[in-house]
Each structure stands twice: as C-alpha cells, then as structure tokens.
Antibody
Framework: EVQLVESGGGLVQPGGSLRLSCAAS????????MSWVRQAPGKGLEWVSS????????YYADSVKGRFTVSRDNSKNTLHLQVNSLRAEDTAVYFC?????????????WGQGTLVTVSS | DIQMTQSPSSLSASVGDRVTITCRAS??????LAWYQQKPGKVPKLLIY???TLQSGVPSRFSGSGSGTDFTLTISSLQPEDVATYYC?????????FGGGTKVEIK
C-alpha cells in the first residue's frame, strides 16, 4: 500500500523558515514525480511545487518561486520542501502527492498533510 | 498561464439526482484533465484522470467528458456519501492549476 506521511509543519513567525518532509513507502519512490499542494484554511487547493523522479527538474508556482525549494532523497524515499521568507498567506495545510513517471501526471495518492501557521 | 474555472461554486441536489459540474480552461489542454473529490475534513482523492478514465475503485456513477477547453464531471445518481468538494486540475504542463472547487450538498 502506498503511504505518504508529511512532517515538519508548525507555528512560525513571518520571515521564518521550515523544512517539510514527506516519507514515502509502498512504491518505487525513485521512479515517480512528486508534488506539494497546499490548502489555506477554508480555501481551495493550490499547486505549490513538483520534482521529477530523478530530482534534476523542479517546478514552482509563481507565488512561492524564490522562497521555496523542493528536493528529494531517493536513497531515503523522502521528499522535502524548504520554505523560507514565510508570509501570513503561506498559512495552509501542505500535502505531498505522488505523481506519475512523468511530471505531467495527476496526483494519487495524497498524504494527510502538515499544517504550517505563519503568525507573530 | 492557463486558468481553470469551475461552475457552479456550490450546488444542492436531492439523492438520486443527476449532477453536472463544469470546468473550463482558458486555453486548450488536450485531455490532461483530472477530477478530485475532497470530503469534509479528508484528503483529496483522485476520481478521474485523462478527462474520462475512472481511477480504480471509483463508483461507476461518476463520469467525465470533454476535450480542449471544456470538461464535465457527472454524478449520474447522487448519493449521500458524495457530499464533498470537487476540484478539476490541468496537468499538461506547469503550473498544474486547480479549479476553484464545487461544493456538493444534499438538499
């Protein structure tokens, strides 16, 4: 069974940083693109970032470009999202999601999410 | 960037009703369109990909159609367990934009 477990969320002050992680199991992690999607409280889904299977191609939403960095450790089956220069509008549940063999694939399944709250 | 517009933003229908949700792309996306279901307090779940292919385990009352810029998710006979918010998503290239969502309730 595919499992994705996020961690690393928490309360952080504006301008602060966090490193989110997503531990994957139940599939050959190194063969699949992975993505991060966020959902602000009571709002819809927003694609944040994607990374290809090898980790050499990364993609970002304009709203996070230059502040967030996605990476993966295929030896540890782990996806990361380094989030810097956080703003109040970055407050959201951050989901990791498994893509397909290529970056242009739908997301299935999704992890349970980790909550990031940006507040002073 | 291509925008994804869903309509309606919410709807209320009776059990057994046929429900249709529309998703419009501002430019053509071929058939690179997925639908997700998010039940209250739960994680989004992939329902349909490639416009009309049902993900394994999804009830056959769900169907998708369309191409290019106009797409539709249909629930042929609404059930109480279908109460959820439904999102479309384009995935032909980045940004992998979601529609704004359609909240489906039981009347």
């Amino acid at each position: 069974e595919v499992q994705l477990v996020e961690s690393g969320g928490g309360l952080v002050q504006p301008g602060g940083s966090l490193r989110l992680s997503c531990a994957a199991s139940g599939f050959t992690f190194s063969s699949y693109a992975m993505s991060w999607v966020r959902q602000a409280p009571g709002k819809g889904l927003e694609w944040v970032s994607s990374i290809n299977s090898g980790g050499d191609y990364t993609y970002y939403a304009d709203s996070v470009k230059g502040r967030f960095t996605v990476s993966r450790d295929n030896s540890k089956n782990t996806l990361h999202l380094q989030v810097n220069s956080l703003r109040a509008e970055d407050t959201a549940v951050y989901f990791c999601a498994k893509g397909g063999h290529y970056s242009n694939s739908p997301f299935d399944p999704w992890g349970q999410g980790t909550l990031v709250t940006v507040s002073s | 960037d291509i925008q994804m517009t869903q309509s309606p933003s919410s709807l209320s229908a009776s059990v057994g009703d046929r429900v249709t949700i529309t998703c419009r792309a501002s430019q053509g996306i071929s058939n690179y369109l997925a639908w997700y279901q998010q039940k209250p307090g739960k994680v989004p779940k992939l329902l349909i990909y490639a416009t009309s292919t049902l993900q394994s385990g999804v009830p056959s009352r769900f169907s998708g159609s369309g191409s290019g810029t106009d797409f539709t998710l249909t629930i042929s006979s609404l059930q109480p367990e279908d109460v959820a918010t439904y999102y479309c998503q384009k995935y032909n290239n980045v940004p992998l934009t979601f529609g704004g969502g359609t909240k489906v309730e039981i009347k």
